[in-house]
């Protein structure tokens, strides 16, 4: 089956640093996409990896291993406002396999 | 000049009704999309539409019905409505021309909380 596997909840100090993981077995993989959400609010694109290494865009960063099947969201310089759920998901067969997404709650 | 709209905003009915819940992208996208997201936050692919055709038809009870008269538009009419259908549905829409390669943003509307009571 195709399956992505995500931490539930992280927990993080404002201004610190948080990785999110995401590990995924998938039939076919034509790349790693990340989105944020906030609580009452639809899903935001944040980055895409369609090949191994590091994208960066200012304090986000996403990085992809195809031969380890693993992918993470790097969140830097925390803010109050980055609290949301974070949902790693593959492009596979023409579709997006969405992990149950991670929870990150930031403290003062 | 919103990018992808759903109607209405929240839905509150009761077990055994229809109802219906529109969307519309003026984005120019190709390809649409059903999720329902339940209070787990789990978002599920219901349905996919690309140019009008139905492409993704996930095991879901046949009492939900897509349909899409446009490539603008997916409405969504849900039959016999039951209380596990409380949830929020998000539609959503990208550009999926399979000559270019992903990522396939999807753009997501703003969702329609459903409350079965």
């Known amino acids: 089956g195709q399956s992505l596997e995500q931490p539930s909840e992280v927990t993080a100090v404002e201004g610190a640093i948080v990785q999110i993981n995401c590990t995924y077995q998938?039939?076919?993989?034509?790349?790693l996409s990340w989105y944020q959400q906030h609580d009452g609010g639809a899903p935001t694109f944040l980055s895409y990896?369609?090949l191994d290494g590091l994208e960066e865009t200012g304090r986000f960063s996403s990085f992809l291993s195809r031969s380890d099947s693993y992918g993470y969201l790097l969140l830097q310089e925390l803010q109050m406002k980055d609290s949301a759920s974070y949902f790693c998901?593959?492009?596979?067969?023409?579709?997006?396999?969405w992990g149950a997404g991670t929870k990150l709650i930031i403290k003062p | 000049d919103t990018a992808v709209s759903q109607t209405p905003k929240y839905l509150v009915t009761q077990m055994g009704n229809d109802k219906s819940i529109k969307c519309e992208q003026n984005?120019?996208?190709?390809?649409m999309y059903w999720y329902k997201q339940d209070s787990k936050k789990f978002l599920k692919i219901m349905f996919s539409?690309?140019?009008?055709?139905?492409?993704i038809n996930e095991t879901v009870p046949n009492r939900f019905s897509p349909k899409s008269p446009d490539k603008a538009h997916l409405n969504l009419h849900i039959n016999s409505l039951e209380l596990g259908d409380s949830a929020v549905y998000f539609c959503?829409?990208?550009?999926?021309?399979?000559?270019?390669?992903?990522?396939?943003?999807?753009?997501f509307g703003p969702g329609t909380r459903l409350t079965v009571t």
């Open positions: 959503a829409s990208s550009q999926t021309n399979r000559s270019v390669p992903p990522p396939y943003e999807q753009y």
């Open positions: 984005l120019g996208h190709d390809t």
């Open positions: 539409y690309n140019n009008k055709e139905l492409i």
């Open positions: 998938t039939s076919g993989f034509y790349g």
């Open positions: 990896n369609g």
């Open positions: 998901a593959v492009y596979s067969n023409y579709q997006l396999i």
